[in-house]
């Protein structure tokens, strides 16, 4: 029996319910690489649920959010049509909810935040190992708990914010002709500074302490002997301080934001030695640091042309809708930081302690082996008993362990997990009735092999440019990108912007319009298509390969 | 020439509204109530006509408008309007200005040199409807020299076949060829700070107070409503300052010294913050409000402007003042309009 899936899980067999859903997508950004246990048990208790929470509370009048279905170990999603008889009412409280958002979009956005900030302020500051076994299993509903709220933030930003940026986009190309790909669209929304940018350019700063205090040839040395070489001299254990500051700050972070079974720069500070030593190499500039004034300048100035073209009656909702949709663009890139950074950097904290507890009590026989329990099985073990705990949890472990292993070895797209279900040519109706569904999976715009092109995406960041592919799976072979490659990816997400400074083009299988290569590629100002659904698996490390982030295209060349 | 084209400011009062246009025949109002206005003259809806109608522009105009078809209400036929302007202003700004007309133009502008005592007297040349249309119609600050002056006066007259008339006058069914205003030649202030002042509160109607906006430089930042300018709110009874909100102000609108155009500028960071007006000012600004309304016997909705070069309180001017229209209190908010949109465009209800 498949672990912690519940009612989502098709059980092998799909039920489409044509009549109720109309077509399902494969959500590979969601299910590649599998993950473990324990994390599934908590995102599938969480998500479906959250996603249908916020649209219940902001009520998208033509979809009740996201429905979820697990089917070999791969995540299938659509978006829930509503009655007719309930869309005027929903249409009524949705007008309500979003003129106050429309009003204040950056308001909205930080009062969101806020509450989680609340909460970390207060779970920060705790010192876990210094807990009896009673008051840890409370802690650890306590972060039960934080996971919800932190889901519910989460989608209630999306849902609130994103309206505004999808109207936003339809008439800028009606009014202006000026698609996602033009170069000004760019322009409107970037500049704005935030979290996830602040922890990129604190990180330059500490890679650059290392340059001016001339310590950087310990970053020479293998990632687990740089900091013991910086303990040795003045100059390298001021530098530790910096460092340390840094982790205080910005440490609440694993290497996979959807995991949190990893752990957290704070916890093993070499595992942000890479990330410094990339930055060293490449040149220690940050380049949205550099670029940021000079953007918002340039977009002020083209908003400026832009408003002198309408009406003089139509300018301020123009303007309105701007800000909607910048605060909508700042906030689907800072919220990663807000939401699974902190969140998980402390769930994982107390997992964490509990774990090495029940391994000194020799209930698991790995430390690591928590990973493969479920959260509901976890959160007794800490106050079971040791001598019914012993067989039962190494029995679960075990079982658990040989099932995720099973998912792993099962690949996208493949026989068993095509990448749609149900009727594809009823994707544009998926993707229409739900704004978040259209950001995330919209169809790619166009037939690639009509254009001759390898792929074609359905989002991206303008500009094209040719080079060399580079093919990564996931996070563990960051190490094989050199400075100048084309990254080709299942997908990125926040923990790998620092990579991007070192990149000419991003391609990536998922992702829409504000998913966040294409969001970080307009930042950093280099060209990506996203949404390829598979351009991962048809292109190999070493093609030549051209990416137009206008035309939302990528070809080989040399062929 | 039979009709009289030109006219001094003073010579003119708000009756003469249909024959000069409603900023001129404001202005000319101004003037002979006492209230510190810039010098300078008039040209006459009549010019406008004569001018399109002796250059042959009016003709041509006529012939490209009988091919042309678009929909105003289709914001996919924008681009058609937009092109038929540039075609429409083209005809326009392409013709010279008649011999008899230029003539009696230089004559008005030398005579301001004179009066102001200043050569080549720098102005501003200014559109006026005789029905008001606000944003529609366009202006030239900075204006030097008889040569300039003359492609100014015609570039104003052509404003009236920019894009955002055309399509106003389509949407409104008025003709499309021919729309005439007057224009205003008026000494340009070298302001240090200019705004807006309304003789009640526009958000709630409350007539006890008189509600100022300002920034730094010429009046246009304010005017266009693009920037975020200084508010204050004064008591027409104690004329006590109620309410001051002084704003991060970016941009100022100044004159380029190396290019002569008008353009924005970043505003120095030591000014950003400050408020734009003193106290002393603004009571001065609040007293002129108070004395345009008892003139006019109705609320007004002025502009106003402070110079660079001369001493207080000699350095206020006022620049525009007409009454308070009625939709200023009530009109659909921008969130309505946005909400409505989403409805139509996004969910097709």
Request: some cysteine.
């Amino acid at each position: 029996m498949p672990y912690g899936y519940y009612h989502y899980d098709w059980r092998g067999e799909p039920d489409l319910d044509p009549q109720y859903y109309d077509c399902w997508v494969c959500n590979v950004a969601h299910s590649v690489p599998a993950w473990t246990p324990l994390f599934t048990s908590e995102w599938y208790r969480l998500i479906p649920y959250a996603m249908q929470y916020a649209n219940d509370y902001i009520c998208e009048p033509t979809s009740k959010g996201w429905d979820w279905r697990i089917y070999n170990g791969y995540a299938y999603i659509t978006s829930i049509k509503v009655p007719e008889s309930e869309v005027e009412g929903r249409k009524q409280v949705y007008r309500e909810q979003l003129a106050s958002i429309i009003d204040d979009p950056w308001g909205y956005s930080e009062r969101l935040f806020s509450r989680l900030m609340e909460k970390y302020d207060y779970y920060k500051p705790l010192n876990v190992k210094e807990m009896r076994d009673c008051e840890l299993v409370q802690h650890l509903w306590d972060m039960a708990e934080l996971d919800r709220l932190m889901w519910e933030v989460h989608m209630l930003g999306w849902d609130g914010l994103l309206g505004g940026l999808r109207l936003w986009r339809e008439m800028l190309v009606d009014l202006f002709g000026i698609t996602p790909y033009d170069v000004r669209y760019a322009k409107l929304l970037s500049g704005f500074d935030n979290a996830l940018f602040k922890l990129n350019s604190d990180l330059t700063h500490v890679a650059a302490r290392a340059v001016e205090l001339n310590v950087e040839s310990n970053f020479s040395l293998p990632d687990e002997e740089v900091i013991p070489a910086m303990e040795q001299t003045e100059a390298g254990r001021e530098w530790l301080g910096e460092f340390d500051k840094f982790l205080n700050e910005h440490g609440y972070r694993s290497d996979r934001m959807l995991e949190f079974t990893r752990p957290t720069w704070l916890e093993k500070p070499t595992l942000a030695i890479p990330d410094i030593r990339r930055i060293i190499s490449a040149g220690v500039s940050h380049a949205p640091d550099i670029l940021r004034h000079q953007l918002r300048k340039e977009g002020e100035e083209i908003e400026r042309e832009l408003l002198a073209k309408l009406p003089s009656d139509q300018r301020e909702w123009f303007h309105k809708l701007t800000q909607c949709a910048q605060a909508a663009h700042s906030w689907s890139e800072s919220h990663d930081y807000w939401c699974e950074f902190q969140t998980y950097g402390l769930r994982r904290r107390a997992i964490k302690e509990l774990s090495e507890r029940l391994y000194r009590k020799d209930i698991i026989d790995d430390p690591e082996d928590t990973a493969y329990l479920l959260h509901q099985d976890l959160i007794y073990a800490a106050v079971i008993q040791e001598k019914v705990g012993k067989k039962y949890f190494r029995d679960l472990i075990k079982r658990n362990k040989e099932e995720f292993e099973y998912y792993k070895s099962i690949p996208p797209g493949g026989d068993t997990t095509p990448l749609f279900l149900g009727d594809p040519s009823k994707l544009p109706l998926v993707a229409g009735r739900d704004t978040l569904f259209g950001v995330v999976a919209a169809p790619p715009a166009e037939d690639a092999a009509k254009v001759g092109a390898v792929a074609v995406g359905c989002a991206g960041a303008p500009g094209i440019v040719e080079g060399t592919a580079r093919v990564i799976a996931s996070a563990s072979e960051w190490d094989q990108i050199k400075p100048g490659d084309i990254l080709v990816c299942p997908m990125t997400d926040a923990t790998w912007t620092p990579l991007f400074a070192l990149l000419k083009g991003v391609v990536t299988d998922s992702g829409g319009l504000l998913a966040h290569p294409a969001i970080v590629c307009r930042e950093y100002g280099i060209p990506a298509v996203c949404g390829t659904f598979d351009a991962s698996k048809k292109i190999k490390t070493g093609d030549r390969i051209r990416v137009d982030g206008n035309l939302l295209r990528v070809y080989k060349l040399d062929q | 020439m039979t009709e009289k084209l030109i006219y001094w400011l003073e010579e003119l009062g708000v009756e003469d509204n249909d024959l000069v246009g409603k900023k001129c025949a404001n202005l000319g109002e101004l003037t002979k109530a006492g209230v510190r206005v810039p010098p300078g003259f008039a040209l006459a809806v009549q010019a406008y006509e004569r001018f399109l109608a002796t250059t042959g522009a009016r003709e041509e105009m006529q012939r490209f408008l009988e091919t042309f078809k678009a929909d105003p209400n289709d914001p996919k036929d924008l681009a058609k309007f937009e092109k038929a302007s540039e075609v429409l202003r083209e005809i326009v700004d392409s013709k010279e200005m008649p011999s008899d007309m230029a003539d009696i133009i230089s004559a008005h502008y030398d005579k301001l040199c004179q009066r102001t005592g200043i050569s080549d007297v720098p102005v501003a040349v200014r559109s006026a409807g005789p029905v008001s249309r606000p944003g529609q119609y366009e202006t030239y600050l900075w204006v030097i020299g008889q040569k300039d002056l003359m492609k100014k006066i015609i570039r104003v007259w052509s404003s009236t076949f920019n894009h955002r008339s055309m399509v106003y006058r389509a949407q409104n069914g008025l003709p499309m060829e021919f729309d005439p205003i007057g224009c205003a030649v008026i000494q340009m202030v070298d302001a240090k700070v200019s705004g807006v002042m309304f003789t009640l509160h526009p958000a709630n109607g409350d007539v006890s107070k008189i509600v100022i906006e300002a920034n730094w430089g010429l009046g246009e930042s304010v005017v266009s409503g693009r920037l975020s300018p200084d508010f204050y709110v004064v008591d027409k009874q104690t004329l006590n300052i109620v309410e001051k909100r002084v704003s991060d102000k970016t941009y100022e609108y100044l004159l380029d010294p190396a290019t002569g155009a008008t353009d924005f500028f970043e505003v120095p960071q030591e000014r950003r913050n400050i408020p734009c007006l003193t106290d002393e000012e603004l009571v001065e600004l609040a007293k002129l409000g108070l004395f345009v309304e008892k003139h006019y016997g109705k609320p007004q909705d002025t502009e106003w402007t402070i110079s660079k070069d001369l001493p207080f309180p000699q350095n206020i001017f006022m620049v525009q003042s007409r009454p308070v229209t009625a939709k200023m209190s009530k009109k659909k908010t921008a969130t309505d309009t946005i909400l409505d949109m989403m409805m139509s465009r996004l969910y097709q209800l």
